[in-house]
Protein backbone atom coordinates (compact mmCIF):
# COMPACT_ATOMS: atom_id res chain seq x y z
CA UNK A 1 0.00 0.00 0.00
CA UNK A 2 1.38 3.55 -0.79
CA UNK A 3 1.49 6.36 1.63
CA UNK A 4 -0.64 8.09 -0.33
CA UNK A 5 -3.54 5.29 0.31
CA UNK A 6 -2.62 4.47 3.70
CA UNK A 7 -5.41 5.24 6.33
CA UNK A 8 -3.79 7.75 9.26
CA UNK A 9 -5.79 5.87 11.60
CA UNK A 10 -6.47 2.42 12.11
CA UNK A 11 -7.43 0.48 14.72
CA UNK A 12 -4.11 -0.29 15.85
CA UNK A 13 -2.72 2.85 15.83
CA UNK A 14 -5.67 4.09 18.18
CA UNK A 15 -4.95 4.89 22.04
CA UNK A 16 -4.36 1.07 23.88
CA UNK A 17 -6.29 2.87 26.40
CA UNK A 18 -9.30 3.52 24.38
CA UNK A 19 -9.13 -0.03 23.03
CA UNK A 20 -9.04 -1.82 26.35
CA UNK A 21 -12.55 0.04 27.62
CA UNK A 22 -15.36 -2.13 27.83
CA UNK A 23 -17.98 -1.07 25.71
CA UNK A 24 -21.00 -1.49 28.71
CA UNK A 25 -23.73 0.38 26.08
CA UNK A 26 -23.40 -1.43 23.73
CA UNK A 27 -22.55 -4.64 24.78
CA UNK A 28 -24.26 -8.33 24.06
CA UNK A 29 -27.15 -7.85 25.50
CA UNK A 30 -27.92 -4.25 24.74
CA UNK A 31 -26.96 -5.36 20.53
CA UNK A 32 -29.31 -8.28 21.14
CA UNK A 33 -32.27 -6.44 22.29
CA UNK A 34 -31.88 -3.79 19.39
CA UNK A 35 -31.29 -6.82 16.53
CA UNK A 36 -34.43 -8.73 18.14
CA UNK A 37 -36.64 -5.03 18.40
CA UNK A 38 -35.96 -4.48 14.50
CA UNK A 39 -37.11 -8.20 13.73
CA UNK A 40 -40.52 -7.83 15.67
CA UNK A 41 -40.78 -5.03 13.32
CA UNK A 42 -40.69 -6.71 10.69
CA UNK A 43 -42.14 -9.90 11.61
CA UNK A 44 -44.51 -9.19 14.92
CA UNK A 45 -44.89 -13.02 15.49
CA UNK A 46 -41.53 -13.93 15.70
CA UNK A 47 -41.22 -14.07 19.22
CA UNK A 48 -43.49 -14.97 22.10
CA UNK A 49 -43.73 -11.52 23.65
CA UNK A 50 -44.98 -8.10 21.53
CA UNK A 51 -42.20 -5.57 23.01
CA UNK A 52 -38.41 -5.58 23.75
CA UNK A 53 -38.95 -3.90 27.64
CA UNK A 54 -35.79 -1.79 28.43
CA UNK A 55 -35.06 -2.29 31.88
CA UNK A 56 -31.25 -1.41 31.14
CA UNK A 57 -31.77 2.25 30.46
CA UNK A 58 -31.63 5.11 33.99
CA UNK A 59 -33.22 7.04 30.95
CA UNK A 60 -37.10 8.39 32.69
CA UNK A 61 -38.56 10.66 29.65
CA UNK A 62 -37.93 8.48 27.27
CA UNK A 63 -39.35 5.74 29.45
CA UNK A 64 -42.43 7.59 29.51
CA UNK A 65 -41.96 9.67 32.69
CA UNK A 66 -43.06 13.58 31.97
CA UNK A 67 -41.59 16.16 32.55
CA UNK A 68 -42.25 18.76 35.01
CA UNK A 69 -44.61 22.17 33.57
CA UNK A 70 -42.63 24.80 35.47
CA UNK A 71 -39.46 23.69 34.52
CA UNK A 72 -40.55 23.57 30.72
CA UNK A 73 -42.83 26.70 31.03
CA UNK A 74 -39.18 28.45 31.92
CA UNK A 75 -36.84 27.06 29.55
CA UNK A 76 -39.45 27.88 26.67
CA UNK A 77 -39.57 30.94 28.07
CA UNK A 78 -35.67 31.79 28.51
CA UNK A 79 -35.56 30.02 24.93
CA UNK A 80 -37.84 32.25 23.24
CA UNK A 81 -37.96 35.77 25.08
CA UNK A 82 -40.42 36.90 22.63
CA UNK A 83 -43.09 35.07 24.39
CA UNK A 84 -42.59 37.32 27.55
CA UNK A 85 -43.98 40.28 25.48
CA UNK A 86 -46.92 38.34 23.59
CA UNK A 87 -50.04 39.15 25.45
CA UNK A 88 -51.35 35.61 25.11
CA UNK A 89 -48.45 34.28 26.60
CA UNK A 90 -50.30 34.57 30.53
CA UNK A 91 -52.94 32.64 29.43
CA UNK A 92 -50.49 29.96 28.59
CA UNK A 93 -47.85 30.11 30.95
CA UNK A 94 -47.77 30.29 35.09
CA UNK A 95 -47.55 33.76 36.12
CA UNK A 96 -44.76 32.65 38.27
CA UNK A 97 -42.70 31.10 35.17
CA UNK A 98 -43.27 33.90 33.76
CA UNK A 99 -41.42 35.78 36.27
CA UNK A 100 -38.80 33.60 36.63
CA UNK A 101 -37.69 33.87 33.50
CA UNK A 102 -37.41 37.28 33.12
CA UNK A 103 -35.31 37.37 36.19
CA UNK A 104 -33.02 34.06 34.50
CA UNK A 105 -32.45 36.50 31.51
CA UNK A 106 -31.51 39.67 33.61
CA UNK A 107 -28.90 37.34 35.46
CA UNK A 108 -27.24 36.05 31.79
CA UNK A 109 -25.25 38.28 30.06
CA UNK A 110 -26.97 39.71 26.60
CA UNK A 111 -30.36 38.01 27.75
CA UNK A 112 -28.71 35.12 24.78
CA UNK A 113 -29.70 31.83 25.92
CA UNK A 114 -26.95 30.84 22.89
CA UNK A 115 -24.28 32.67 23.83
CA UNK A 116 -20.76 31.56 25.82
CA UNK A 117 -21.42 32.07 29.67
CA UNK A 118 -18.70 32.59 32.64
CA UNK A 119 -16.87 28.97 32.36
CA UNK A 120 -17.98 28.04 36.04
CA UNK A 121 -21.55 28.72 35.09
CA UNK A 122 -23.41 32.56 35.27
CA UNK A 123 -22.37 33.77 38.28
CA UNK A 124 -26.27 35.01 38.93
CA UNK A 125 -27.27 31.06 38.42
CA UNK A 126 -24.40 29.85 40.18
CA UNK A 127 -25.68 31.82 43.63
CA UNK A 128 -28.99 30.69 43.26
CA UNK A 129 -27.89 27.60 42.89
CA UNK A 130 -25.87 27.94 46.29
CA UNK A 131 -29.04 29.45 48.04
CA UNK A 132 -30.25 26.37 46.98
CA UNK A 133 -27.80 24.13 48.90
CA UNK A 134 -27.37 26.11 51.76
CA UNK A 135 -31.14 25.49 52.38
CA UNK A 136 -30.44 21.67 51.59
CA UNK A 137 -28.09 21.71 53.86
CA UNK A 138 -28.94 24.52 56.63
CA UNK A 139 -24.93 24.78 56.17
CA UNK A 140 -23.59 28.13 54.18
CA UNK A 141 -22.33 27.80 50.29
CA UNK A 142 -20.26 29.49 48.34
CA UNK A 143 -21.14 30.15 44.72
CA UNK A 144 -17.41 30.38 43.84
CA UNK A 145 -17.27 26.85 44.95
CA UNK A 146 -19.74 25.86 42.29
CA UNK A 147 -18.44 24.58 38.43
CA UNK A 148 -21.54 24.34 36.60
CA UNK A 149 -20.78 21.25 33.78
CA UNK A 150 -22.74 19.27 31.42
CA UNK A 151 -24.59 16.43 33.35
CA UNK A 152 -22.32 14.46 36.32
CA UNK A 153 -20.09 12.77 33.86
CA UNK A 154 -18.07 15.34 32.34
CA UNK A 155 -16.99 16.92 36.19
CA UNK A 156 -15.42 13.57 37.14
CA UNK A 157 -13.66 13.31 34.05
CA UNK A 158 -12.38 16.58 34.77
CA UNK A 159 -11.41 14.92 38.45
CA UNK A 160 -9.92 12.16 37.28
CA UNK A 161 -7.56 14.20 35.24
CA UNK A 162 -6.70 16.69 38.21
CA UNK A 163 -6.14 13.67 40.36
CA UNK A 164 -4.09 10.96 38.56
CA UNK A 165 -0.20 11.77 37.70
CA UNK A 166 0.28 8.32 36.26
CA UNK A 167 -0.30 4.26 36.79
CA UNK A 168 1.04 4.43 40.86
CA UNK A 169 -1.99 6.45 41.58
CA UNK A 170 -5.16 4.87 42.53
CA UNK A 171 -8.76 5.65 43.29
CA UNK A 172 -10.85 3.66 45.88
CA UNK A 173 -13.98 3.02 43.80
CA UNK A 174 -17.08 1.16 45.03
CA UNK A 175 -17.94 -2.67 43.64
CA UNK A 176 -20.42 -2.59 42.26
CA UNK A 177 -20.71 0.83 40.59
CA UNK A 178 -21.51 2.48 37.92
CA UNK A 179 -18.66 1.89 35.04
CA UNK A 180 -18.20 5.88 34.70
CA UNK A 181 -15.37 5.90 37.31
CA UNK A 182 -13.69 2.81 36.37
CA UNK A 183 -14.03 3.83 32.75
CA UNK A 184 -12.63 7.14 33.35
CA UNK A 185 -9.81 5.98 35.82
CA UNK A 186 -8.85 3.48 32.99
CA UNK A 187 -8.46 6.39 30.67
CA UNK A 188 -6.35 8.43 32.66
CA UNK A 189 -4.18 5.19 33.63
CA UNK A 190 -5.24 5.11 37.35
CA UNK A 191 -5.09 1.75 38.80
CA UNK A 192 -8.48 0.93 40.43
CA UNK A 193 -8.37 0.23 44.07
CA UNK A 194 -12.00 -1.99 44.67
CA UNK A 195 -13.76 -2.03 47.65
CA UNK A 196 -16.27 -4.14 48.26
CA UNK A 197 -20.05 -2.88 49.52
CA UNK A 198 -21.95 -5.30 52.14
CA UNK A 199 -24.43 -6.78 50.34
CA UNK A 200 -25.68 -9.24 53.14
CA UNK A 201 -25.49 -5.26 55.30
CA UNK A 202 -27.47 -3.08 52.84
CA UNK A 203 -24.78 -2.71 50.35
CA UNK A 204 -23.13 -0.71 53.34
CA UNK A 205 -19.66 0.61 52.88
CA UNK A 206 -17.23 -1.77 55.21
CA UNK A 207 -14.97 0.65 57.23
CA UNK A 208 -12.77 -2.06 57.86
CA UNK A 209 -12.64 -2.95 53.91
CA UNK A 210 -11.85 -0.01 52.71
CA UNK A 211 -9.06 0.12 55.62
CA UNK A 212 -8.03 -3.41 53.69
CA UNK A 213 -7.71 -2.25 50.23
CA UNK A 214 -6.06 1.44 50.86
CA UNK A 215 -3.05 -0.65 52.57
CA UNK A 216 -2.57 -3.21 50.34
CA UNK A 217 -2.86 -0.67 47.77
CA UNK A 218 0.02 1.66 49.28
CA UNK A 219 2.22 -1.78 50.02
CA UNK A 220 2.41 -2.27 46.53
CA UNK A 221 3.21 1.18 46.27
CA UNK A 222 0.26 2.57 44.83
CA UNK A 223 -0.66 6.10 46.11
CA UNK A 224 -4.30 6.55 46.53
CA UNK A 225 -5.76 9.72 46.04
CA UNK A 226 -9.06 9.19 46.11
CA UNK A 227 -12.29 7.88 47.45
CA UNK A 228 -15.57 7.32 45.20
CA UNK A 229 -18.86 7.15 47.56
CA UNK A 230 -22.13 7.10 45.24
CA UNK A 231 -25.20 7.72 47.85
CA UNK A 232 -27.94 6.62 47.04
CA UNK A 233 -26.26 4.04 45.28
CA UNK A 234 -25.89 2.95 41.10
CA UNK A 235 -26.24 0.12 40.86
CA UNK A 236 -27.42 -1.23 44.27
CA UNK A 237 -30.05 1.43 45.30
CA UNK A 238 -29.12 1.24 48.71
CA UNK A 239 -29.12 4.81 51.07
CA UNK A 240 -26.43 5.25 53.54
CA UNK A 241 -27.45 5.84 57.12
CA UNK A 242 -25.77 8.87 58.74
CA UNK A 243 -23.21 6.66 60.72
CA UNK A 244 -22.12 5.23 58.09
CA UNK A 245 -21.51 8.41 56.42
CA UNK A 246 -19.86 9.96 59.48
CA UNK A 247 -17.10 7.01 59.10
CA UNK A 248 -16.59 7.62 55.79
CA UNK A 249 -16.06 11.17 56.32
CA UNK A 250 -13.52 10.39 59.30
CA UNK A 251 -11.97 7.79 57.51
CA UNK A 252 -10.81 10.23 54.64
CA UNK A 253 -9.84 13.20 57.16
CA UNK A 254 -7.56 10.52 58.98
CA UNK A 255 -6.35 9.46 55.31
CA UNK A 256 -6.10 11.93 53.88
CA UNK A 257 -7.85 11.48 50.85
CA UNK A 258 -10.01 13.10 48.43
CA UNK A 259 -13.89 12.64 48.95
CA UNK A 260 -15.37 12.31 45.86
CA UNK A 261 -19.54 12.39 46.50
CA UNK A 262 -21.73 11.03 43.60
CA UNK A 263 -25.36 12.56 44.98
CA UNK A 264 -27.17 12.60 41.54
CA UNK A 265 -29.50 10.49 42.87
CA UNK A 266 -30.23 12.55 45.83
CA UNK A 267 -34.04 13.11 45.75
CA UNK A 268 -34.76 9.45 45.05
CA UNK A 269 -35.65 8.36 48.41
CA UNK A 270 -38.38 5.57 48.82
CA UNK A 271 -38.35 4.67 52.41
CA UNK A 272 -39.87 6.48 55.20
CA UNK A 273 -36.75 4.98 57.20
CA UNK A 274 -33.44 7.41 55.67
CA UNK A 275 -33.35 10.39 53.97
CA UNK A 276 -30.70 11.64 52.16
CA UNK A 277 -28.00 13.22 53.48
CA UNK A 278 -25.38 15.30 51.70
CA UNK A 279 -21.67 14.39 52.54
CA UNK A 280 -20.81 18.23 53.08
CA UNK A 281 -23.88 17.75 55.42
CA UNK A 282 -22.43 15.53 57.26
CA UNK A 283 -18.95 16.81 57.73
CA UNK A 284 -19.74 20.28 58.96
CA UNK A 285 -22.54 18.65 61.19
CA UNK A 286 -18.62 16.86 62.28
CA UNK A 287 -17.27 19.80 63.20
CA UNK A 288 -15.03 19.45 59.84
CA UNK A 289 -14.32 22.65 57.73
CA UNK A 290 -12.00 23.49 54.43
CA UNK A 291 -9.11 22.85 56.61
CA UNK A 292 -9.91 19.43 57.53
CA UNK A 293 -11.66 17.34 54.61
CA UNK A 294 -11.45 17.84 50.54
CA UNK A 295 -14.82 17.22 49.20
CA UNK A 296 -15.94 16.96 45.47
CA UNK A 297 -19.77 16.66 45.32
CA UNK A 298 -21.60 15.81 42.12
CA UNK A 299 -25.40 16.92 40.87
CA UNK A 300 -27.25 16.07 37.81
CA UNK A 301 -30.86 16.87 36.77
CA UNK A 302 -30.82 13.40 34.66
CA UNK A 303 -32.47 11.99 37.77
CA UNK A 304 -34.84 12.54 40.01
CA UNK A 305 -38.67 13.05 39.44
CA UNK A 306 -37.19 15.45 36.59
CA UNK A 307 -34.98 12.96 34.79
CA UNK A 308 -33.85 15.56 31.96
CA UNK A 309 -31.35 13.18 30.91
CA UNK A 310 -31.06 15.08 27.43
CA UNK A 311 -30.27 18.35 29.01
CA UNK A 312 -26.55 17.82 30.44
CA UNK A 313 -27.34 20.23 33.04
CA UNK A 314 -25.33 19.45 36.24
CA UNK A 315 -22.79 20.94 39.18
CA UNK A 316 -19.52 19.96 41.07
CA UNK A 317 -19.16 21.39 44.36
CA UNK A 318 -15.58 21.78 45.21
CA UNK A 319 -14.67 22.80 48.97
CA UNK A 320 -11.23 21.75 51.10
CA UNK A 321 -9.02 22.63 48.47
CA UNK A 322 -5.84 26.25 48.61
CA UNK A 323 -6.21 28.63 46.28
CA UNK A 324 -3.41 27.15 44.40
CA UNK A 325 -5.15 24.15 43.24
CA UNK A 326 -8.17 25.97 43.01
CA UNK A 327 -6.61 28.13 39.80
CA UNK A 328 -5.77 24.77 38.51
CA UNK A 329 -9.30 23.40 38.71
CA UNK A 330 -10.49 26.65 37.19
CA UNK A 331 -7.93 26.29 34.32
CA UNK A 332 -9.14 22.56 33.11
CA UNK A 333 -12.71 23.74 33.30
CA UNK A 334 -12.22 26.59 31.19
CA UNK A 335 -10.64 23.83 28.38
CA UNK A 336 -14.40 23.22 27.56
CA UNK A 337 -15.35 27.27 27.76
CA UNK A 338 -18.87 26.53 29.41
CA UNK A 339 -21.38 24.13 30.04
CA UNK A 340 -24.81 24.61 28.00
CA UNK A 341 -26.62 27.87 29.15
CA UNK A 342 -30.05 25.47 29.17
CA UNK A 343 -28.93 22.63 31.76
CA UNK A 344 -27.48 25.72 33.49
CA UNK A 345 -31.16 27.30 33.75
CA UNK A 346 -32.78 23.96 34.75
CA UNK A 347 -30.40 23.14 37.74
CA UNK A 348 -30.51 26.53 39.08
CA UNK A 349 -34.96 25.38 38.72
CA UNK A 350 -34.04 22.45 40.65
CA UNK A 351 -32.26 23.95 43.12
CA UNK A 352 -35.20 26.74 43.80
CA UNK A 353 -38.50 25.15 42.36
CA UNK A 354 -41.59 26.83 43.30
CA UNK A 355 -42.57 28.33 47.06
CA UNK A 356 -45.42 28.54 48.74
CA UNK A 357 -47.91 31.26 47.09
CA UNK A 358 -46.40 30.40 43.53
CA UNK A 359 -48.85 29.91 41.44
CA UNK A 360 -47.36 26.43 40.50
CA UNK A 361 -46.48 25.40 44.01
CA UNK A 362 -49.39 23.31 44.15
CA UNK A 363 -49.25 21.18 40.36
CA UNK A 364 -45.50 21.25 40.73
CA UNK A 365 -46.07 19.01 43.78
CA UNK A 366 -48.82 16.99 42.78
CA UNK A 367 -46.26 16.05 39.57
CA UNK A 368 -43.38 15.71 41.90
CA UNK A 369 -45.25 13.20 43.96
CA UNK A 370 -46.93 11.44 41.42
CA UNK A 371 -43.53 10.91 40.00
CA UNK A 372 -42.00 9.91 43.34
CA UNK A 373 -45.04 7.51 44.53
CA UNK A 374 -45.23 5.71 40.95
CA UNK A 375 -41.33 5.12 41.04
CA UNK A 376 -41.84 3.94 45.17
CA UNK A 377 -44.28 1.29 44.16
CA UNK A 378 -42.76 -0.58 40.94
CA UNK A 379 -39.54 -0.31 43.24
CA UNK A 380 -41.38 -2.18 45.85
CA UNK A 381 -43.05 -4.51 43.34
CA UNK A 382 -40.15 -5.29 41.55
CA UNK A 383 -38.00 -6.22 45.19
CA UNK A 384 -41.34 -8.27 45.97
CA UNK A 385 -41.56 -10.11 42.72
CA UNK A 386 -38.38 -11.20 42.11
CA UNK A 387 -37.72 -12.08 45.84
CA UNK A 388 -40.83 -14.83 45.47
CA UNK A 389 -38.66 -16.30 42.36
CA UNK A 390 -36.69 -19.08 42.67
CA UNK A 391 -32.90 -18.50 42.36
CA UNK A 392 -33.26 -14.82 42.96
CA UNK A 393 -32.60 -12.76 45.70
CA UNK A 394 -33.09 -8.65 45.87
CA UNK A 395 -31.86 -6.19 48.38
CA UNK A 396 -34.52 -3.90 49.32
CA UNK A 397 -34.43 -0.46 47.03
CA UNK A 398 -34.27 2.20 49.23
CA UNK A 399 -33.43 4.87 46.83
CA UNK A 400 -31.56 5.65 43.53
CA UNK A 401 -33.29 3.93 40.28
CA UNK A 402 -32.50 0.52 40.35
CA UNK A 403 -32.75 -3.27 42.17
CA UNK A 404 -30.08 -5.28 41.52
CA UNK A 405 -30.96 -8.86 42.69
CA UNK A 406 -28.45 -11.57 43.17
CA UNK A 407 -28.98 -14.94 41.01
CA UNK A 408 -27.92 -18.39 41.74
CA UNK A 409 -27.22 -20.15 38.75
CA UNK A 410 -26.35 -23.77 38.84
CA UNK A 411 -23.40 -25.24 38.31
CA UNK A 412 -24.34 -26.74 34.68
CA UNK A 413 -25.20 -23.27 33.62
CA UNK A 414 -22.16 -21.68 34.60
CA UNK A 415 -20.43 -24.51 32.31
CA UNK A 416 -22.63 -24.02 29.54
CA UNK A 417 -21.70 -20.07 29.69
CA UNK A 418 -18.13 -20.63 29.88
CA UNK A 419 -18.33 -23.01 27.07
CA UNK A 420 -19.50 -20.33 25.28
CA UNK A 421 -17.00 -18.02 26.06
CA UNK A 422 -19.87 -15.89 27.73
CA UNK A 423 -19.98 -14.85 31.74
CA UNK A 424 -22.69 -16.64 33.19
CA UNK A 425 -24.15 -13.48 34.61
CA UNK A 426 -24.20 -12.53 30.41
CA UNK A 427 -25.28 -15.49 29.62
CA UNK A 428 -28.69 -15.07 31.89
CA UNK A 429 -29.48 -11.95 30.56
CA UNK A 430 -29.39 -13.23 26.96
CA UNK A 431 -31.83 -16.06 28.17
CA UNK A 432 -34.08 -13.30 29.74
CA UNK A 433 -34.31 -11.37 27.19
CA UNK A 434 -34.94 -13.94 24.69
CA UNK A 435 -37.64 -15.45 27.10
CA UNK A 436 -39.23 -12.43 27.76
CA UNK A 437 -38.17 -9.51 25.66
CA UNK A 438 -36.63 -7.91 28.89
CA UNK A 439 -33.59 -6.44 28.45
CA UNK A 440 -31.42 -6.44 32.00
CA UNK A 441 -27.67 -5.40 32.23
CA UNK A 442 -25.35 -7.91 33.69
CA UNK A 443 -24.13 -7.69 37.10
CA UNK A 444 -20.24 -8.09 35.35
CA UNK A 445 -20.94 -4.62 33.92
CA UNK A 446 -20.61 -2.82 37.56
CA UNK A 447 -18.35 -5.60 39.49
CA UNK A 448 -19.33 -8.45 41.85
CA UNK A 449 -17.94 -10.47 44.63
CA UNK A 450 -16.14 -12.97 42.69
CA UNK A 451 -18.28 -16.35 42.34
CA UNK A 452 -21.66 -14.07 42.45
CA UNK A 453 -24.10 -12.94 39.90
CA UNK A 454 -25.88 -10.06 39.37
CA UNK A 455 -28.47 -8.25 36.59
CA UNK A 456 -29.68 -4.57 37.40
CA UNK A 457 -32.91 -3.58 36.48
CA UNK A 458 -34.48 -0.21 36.64
CA UNK A 459 -37.78 0.87 37.96
CA UNK A 460 -38.76 3.55 35.36
CA UNK A 461 -40.66 1.04 33.07
CA UNK A 462 -44.69 1.76 32.85
CA UNK A 463 -45.95 -0.02 36.54
CA UNK A 464 -48.13 -1.78 34.34
CA UNK A 465 -45.29 -3.53 32.47
CA UNK A 466 -43.10 -4.18 35.31
CA UNK A 467 -45.36 -4.43 38.70
CA UNK A 468 -48.41 -6.89 36.95
CA UNK A 469 -48.53 -10.63 37.32
CA UNK A 470 -47.66 -10.57 33.36
CA UNK A 471 -44.00 -9.36 33.89
CA UNK A 472 -43.29 -12.02 37.31
CA UNK A 473 -44.73 -15.20 35.37
CA UNK A 474 -42.26 -14.21 32.38
CA UNK A 475 -39.50 -13.95 34.63
CA UNK A 476 -40.60 -17.00 36.45
CA UNK A 477 -40.93 -18.67 33.13
CA UNK A 478 -37.11 -17.84 32.19
CA UNK A 479 -35.71 -18.24 35.77
CA UNK A 480 -36.60 -21.93 35.78
CA UNK A 481 -34.38 -22.53 33.03
CA UNK A 482 -31.71 -22.56 35.49
CA UNK A 483 -33.31 -24.23 38.29
CA UNK A 484 -31.31 -28.09 39.07
CA UNK A 485 -34.07 -29.59 37.36
CA UNK A 486 -33.33 -28.06 33.62
CA UNK A 487 -31.44 -29.79 31.21
CA UNK A 488 -29.13 -28.10 29.22
CA UNK A 489 -28.75 -29.43 25.52
CA UNK A 490 -25.73 -28.05 23.58
CA UNK A 491 -25.84 -29.80 20.01
CA UNK A 492 -22.41 -30.13 18.41
CA UNK A 493 -23.56 -27.22 16.08
CA UNK A 494 -25.11 -23.63 17.22
CA UNK A 495 -28.41 -23.61 18.51
CA UNK A 496 -29.67 -20.91 16.38
CA UNK A 497 -31.97 -18.08 18.70
CA UNK A 498 -35.31 -18.07 18.01
CA UNK A 499 -34.94 -14.84 16.25
CA UNK A 500 -32.91 -16.51 13.25
CA UNK A 501 -35.73 -19.47 13.06
CA UNK A 502 -37.33 -17.62 10.33
CA UNK A 503 -36.72 -19.41 6.29
CA UNK A 504 -36.60 -15.53 4.90
CA UNK A 505 -33.58 -15.12 7.01
CA UNK A 506 -30.29 -14.68 5.50
CA UNK A 507 -27.51 -16.90 6.18
CA UNK A 508 -25.36 -14.18 7.75
CA UNK A 509 -28.48 -12.72 10.05
CA UNK A 510 -28.42 -16.75 11.30
CA UNK A 511 -24.99 -16.95 11.87
CA UNK A 512 -25.26 -13.45 13.76
CA UNK A 513 -28.41 -15.03 15.52
CA UNK A 514 -26.53 -18.38 16.41
CA UNK A 515 -24.71 -17.38 19.51
CA UNK A 516 -27.13 -18.78 22.06
CA UNK A 517 -27.07 -22.48 23.68
CA UNK A 518 -30.72 -23.54 24.60
CA UNK A 519 -31.95 -24.18 27.88
CA UNK A 520 -35.24 -26.78 27.77
CA UNK A 521 -36.81 -26.82 31.24
CA UNK A 522 -37.52 -30.62 32.39
CA UNK A 523 -37.19 -31.50 28.55
CA UNK A 524 -38.86 -34.40 27.36
CA UNK A 525 -36.98 -35.22 24.31
CA UNK A 526 -38.85 -36.92 21.39
CA UNK A 527 -36.52 -35.95 18.31
CA UNK A 528 -33.05 -34.44 17.57
CA UNK A 529 -31.37 -34.92 14.27
CA UNK A 530 -27.92 -32.91 14.31
CA UNK A 531 -27.69 -33.65 10.57
CA UNK A 532 -31.36 -32.40 9.36
CA UNK A 533 -30.53 -29.64 11.83
CA UNK A 534 -33.93 -29.76 14.22
CA UNK A 535 -34.87 -30.69 17.74
CA UNK A 536 -38.28 -30.73 19.29
CA UNK A 537 -39.49 -31.49 22.36
CA UNK A 538 -41.88 -30.95 24.67
CA UNK A 539 -41.47 -28.45 27.92
CA UNK A 540 -42.59 -29.03 31.19
CA UNK A 541 -46.18 -27.77 30.29
CA UNK A 542 -46.40 -30.14 27.80
CA UNK A 543 -46.37 -27.49 25.12
CA UNK A 544 -44.08 -27.99 21.91
CA UNK A 545 -40.68 -26.47 21.41
CA UNK A 546 -39.20 -26.87 18.44
CA UNK A 547 -35.37 -25.51 17.36
CA UNK A 548 -33.68 -25.10 14.49
CA UNK A 549 -29.97 -25.92 14.54
CA UNK A 550 -27.31 -23.65 12.66
CA UNK A 551 -27.82 -24.83 8.87
CA UNK A 552 -31.24 -26.70 9.58
CA UNK A 553 -34.97 -25.74 8.61
CA UNK A 554 -36.37 -23.01 10.36
CA UNK A 555 -39.65 -22.77 12.05
CA UNK A 556 -40.96 -19.85 13.11
CA UNK A 557 -42.95 -19.17 16.55
CA UNK A 558 -45.82 -18.55 14.76
CA UNK A 559 -46.04 -22.02 13.12
CA UNK A 560 -45.08 -23.19 16.43
CA UNK A 561 -47.75 -21.36 18.18
CA UNK A 562 -50.22 -23.11 15.59
CA UNK A 563 -48.97 -26.62 15.66
CA UNK A 564 -49.56 -26.53 19.99
CA UNK A 565 -53.13 -24.79 19.38
CA UNK A 566 -53.98 -27.83 16.53
CA UNK A 567 -52.43 -30.50 19.24
CA UNK A 568 -54.15 -29.33 21.95
CA UNK A 569 -57.85 -28.64 19.96
CA UNK A 570 -56.91 -32.53 18.53
CA UNK A 571 -57.82 -30.86 15.41
CA UNK A 572 -55.80 -33.02 13.14
CA UNK A 573 -54.74 -36.69 13.18
CA UNK A 574 -50.93 -36.36 12.18
CA UNK A 575 -48.81 -36.84 14.71
CA UNK A 576 -47.95 -33.15 16.49
CA UNK A 577 -44.33 -34.51 16.28
CA UNK A 578 -44.26 -35.35 12.44
CA UNK A 579 -46.17 -32.59 11.46
CA UNK A 580 -43.45 -30.23 13.50
CA UNK A 581 -40.91 -31.82 11.47
CA UNK A 582 -42.66 -31.90 7.96
CA UNK A 583 -43.32 -27.71 8.56
CA UNK A 584 -40.16 -27.22 9.14
CA UNK A 585 -39.02 -27.61 5.68
CA UNK A 586 -35.85 -29.90 4.30
CA UNK A 587 -36.62 -33.10 6.06
CA UNK A 588 -36.61 -36.13 4.39
CA UNK A 589 -40.02 -37.73 5.02
CA UNK A 590 -39.54 -40.84 4.10
CA UNK A 591 -36.00 -40.87 5.98
CA UNK A 592 -37.92 -40.26 9.20
CA UNK A 593 -40.43 -42.26 8.71
CA UNK A 594 -37.64 -44.80 8.70
CA UNK A 595 -35.33 -43.29 11.45
CA UNK A 596 -38.71 -43.42 13.62
CA UNK A 597 -39.40 -46.94 12.78
CA UNK A 598 -35.61 -47.88 14.04
CA UNK A 599 -36.27 -45.97 17.13
CA UNK A 600 -34.31 -43.02 16.57
CA UNK A 601 -35.99 -40.52 18.84
Excluded at 68 to 78: N, Q
Excluded at 287 to 302: A, C, N, Q, T
Excluded at 522 to 541: A, H, P, Q, S, W
Aim: glycine share 8%.
Amino acid sequence: MSPASARALTVDSLNPKVLALADHLRGAVAGRAQRMQKELETNPGLYPFDEIIYCNLSNPHYLGQQPIKFFREVLALCDYPHLLNCSVTSSIFSSDAITRAREILDLIPGRAMGGYSHCQGTEGLRNAIAVGIATRDAFPCNAEDIFLTDGAAAPVHMVMHLLIRDEKDGILCPIPSHFLYTSSMALCGATLVPYYLDESGGWAVSISDLKKQLDGARSEGITVRGLVVVNPGNPTGQVLVKENQCEIVEFCRIENLVLLADEVYQENVYTDEKRFISFKKIARSMGFGEEDISLISFHSVSNGYYGECGRRGGYMEVTGFNSEVRKQVYKVASLSSCSNLAGQVLVSLVMNPPKVGDESYTSYWEERDRIMLSLSRCAEAMVQAFNSLEGLTCSKAEGAMFVFPSVRLPKRAIAAAEAMNTKPDVFYALRLLENTGIVVLPGSVFGQVPGTWHFRCTILQQEEKLCGSTFQNSAMAALRCYSSTAAIIVPRRKICTRASMDGSSSSESRQQASSSVSFACKVNKVYEDKNMGILCYTDENGELVCEGLDEGPRLTWRDMEKLTKERESKNTTEDWRERALRIAGGIDWSGLQSAAATGKK
